[in-house]
Structure formats: C-alpha cells, structure tokens
C-alpha cells in the first residue's frame, strides 16, 4: 500500500523558516515527480514547488527565491525548506508523487499545516 507522509509543519513568526519532509512508502516503480503543494482556507489547492527524478524544479512565483525543494530519490523522499515565511505562506502543505509513464500513479500525502503568525 502506497503511503505519502509529511512532516516538519508547526507554527513559526513572520521571517521564520520551516523544513517539510515527504516519505514515499510502498512505491516500486521510480517516482517522475514529487511536489509540494498547498490550501489556504476558502481557496483552492496551488502548486508550490515540483522536482524531477532529474533534479529539475519548478516553483510558485510567490516563493521562488525563499522556499527550495530538493529529494532522495533513494530514499523516495522529498523536502521543502522555506525560508522568509509570511502570514500568506498560511495553509495544509499536501506532497504529491505521479509517475507519468508505464505504470503510472498520482498519490497525495494528507497534509501538514504551516501556520505563519505576523
């Protein structure tokens, strides 16, 4: 049974930092891409940041430059530290892991609420 499950969310001051982590388990084949994404309440769900099995990312304008994903492709985890938090940065931080070629999937963590006070 596959398993997304996040870690590293809390509440932290305006200008604070954060670091999420993402553990894949009961995945066989490679993962294409893990992400990041998020929910403020009363909006819909947005991509924060993507990363490739080769290490290309891919971010939200609004947190390029302070937040940075990186994974493990050994360890089939992804993380995301961010950095210079503002009150916006608020919402569930949700991981994603698709494969897009043979055997594909599409699998979501349950979520980690960043809570960011000003």
């Known amino acids: 049974q596959v398993q997304l499950v996040e870690s590293g969310g809390g509440l932290v001051q305006a200008g604070g930092s954060l670091r999420l982590s993402c553990v894949a388990s009961?995945?066989?084949?490679?993962?294409?891409?893990m992400g990041w994404y998020r929910q403020a309440p009363g909006k819909q769900r947005e991509l924060v940041a993507t990363i490739t099995y080769g290490g290309s990312t891919n971010y939200a304008d609004s947190v390029k430059g302070r937040f940075t994903i990186s994974r493990d492709n050994a360890k089939n985890t992804a993380y995301l530290q961010m950095n210079s938090l503002k009150p916006e940065d608020t919402a569930i931080y949700y991981c994603n892991a698709k494969r897009w070629s043979a055997l594909s999937y599409d699998y979501w963590g349950q979520g980690t609420q960043v809570t960011v006070s000003s």
């Open positions: 009961g995945i066989i084949f490679n993962i294409d891409a």
